[in-house]
């Protein structure tokens, strides 16, 4: 037996607790894991095991020899893993995260022609704000997200695009679009918003504040979908990002109100952790993602 399996069986027989557990776990007789055990306690001149009466414990040398083959073994099994992806590159599982939102205007189109291209790929998507995105990120419960930026040094940012915001009503409010309105006159018309710990919604008040100025929603909603179609409704007017609603400002179901004062333009971005090691269909993905994503920022969306 060579020396790699003495150490996977010395392995597997802390992991199980047992010889008898491990040598069933690596489909050997308890003999033959017994011997390998013994011939590697011999080979280094130490004892590793203590057998007990309900399975085996650790000597201190067991203990210093096993953190390093726990680390060794598990290097091994993550390049077994990597070899298998790349049997085939288009394949396996890709978990990311965006909000409805940027799903719709960003990552649909995108996600349809991936598909097309790659239909072996089993793709997870998580919904959610951007908060929570990054933390399912951070947590490791997905690959990459498309978020609102900035966001923690600690994050990746892979690729970016500029969005534009724009302040938005209904038919019934178009004779106010005729003129640009100022902040001050906007803000004595009721609002239509996300709710409070929406970046959107965040990043409104923060321009607000910066002419002095501050305003409550008459209406408060979790969801842009339900939102636009609030406005649509003539129920408030409301700061969207203008990607989101190009039909309705072309059919004129909704109609944009200009201001004194521009708005600022903010940005989006694919993200990862810095330090995650993405399977080979993950990283692919990512690329094509980022790829798209910045060819949108320059041509604008079909």
């Known amino acids: 037996m060579s020396a790699m399996d003495q150490y996977k069986v010395f392995y597997y027989t802390v992991k199980c607790g047992s010889i008898t557990r491990a040598a069933q776990e690596l489909y050997m007789t308890q003999p033959s894991a017994s011997y390998a055990m013994k011939q590697l306690e011999e080979q280094l001149g130490v004892r590793l095991l203590v057998r007990k009466p309900k399975g085996v414990e650790m000597t201190e040398e067991g203990k210093v020899l096993f953190h390093f083959v726990e680390q060794a073994y598990g290097l091994i099994l993550a390049g077994e893993r990597k070899i298998d992806e790349m049997k085939s590159v288009l394949s396996g599982t890709i978990r990311l995260g965006a909000s409805d939102s940027l799903c719709k205007a960003y990552l649909l189109p995108f996600l349809a022609e991936f598909h097309r291209k790659a239909p072996e790929v089993r793709i997870c998507l998580s919904h959610g704000k951007t908060e929570d995105i990054l933390k399912r990120l951070g947590d490791g419960a997905i690959d990459c997200g498309i978020v609102h930026l900035p966001v923690d040094d600690r994050i990746r940012v892979q690729a970016t695009r500029t969005i534009q915001d724009c302040i938005v009503a209904g038919p019934e409010y178009a004779s106010l679009a005729r003129s640009p309105l100022t902040l001050k006159e906007l803000t004595q018309h009721p609002f239509v918003m996300l709710s409070a710990n929406s970046r959107s919604r965040a990043f409104f008040h923060a321009f607000l504040r910066t002419y002095g100025l501050e305003v409550t929603p008459d209406i408060e909603l979790g969801s842009i979908d ?14 969207i990002t203008k990607d989101f609603i190009q039909d309705d400002l072309a059919a004129g179901s909704l109609v944009e109100l200009k201001l004194a ?42």
Not at 229 to 235: A, D, I, N, P, S
Not at 280 to 295: D, G
């Open 226 to 239: 339900l939102l636009i179609e609030f406005v649509r409704k003539g129920m408030g007017i409301s700061l």
């Open 261 to 302: 004062e521009p708005i600022p333009s903010r940005s989006i971005g694919v993200v990862t952790l810095p330090d995650e090691t993405l399977s080979r269909a993950s990283a692919f993905f990512v690329r094509e993602l980022a790829a798209h994503l910045e060819a949108v920022g320059e041509n604008g969306l079909d």
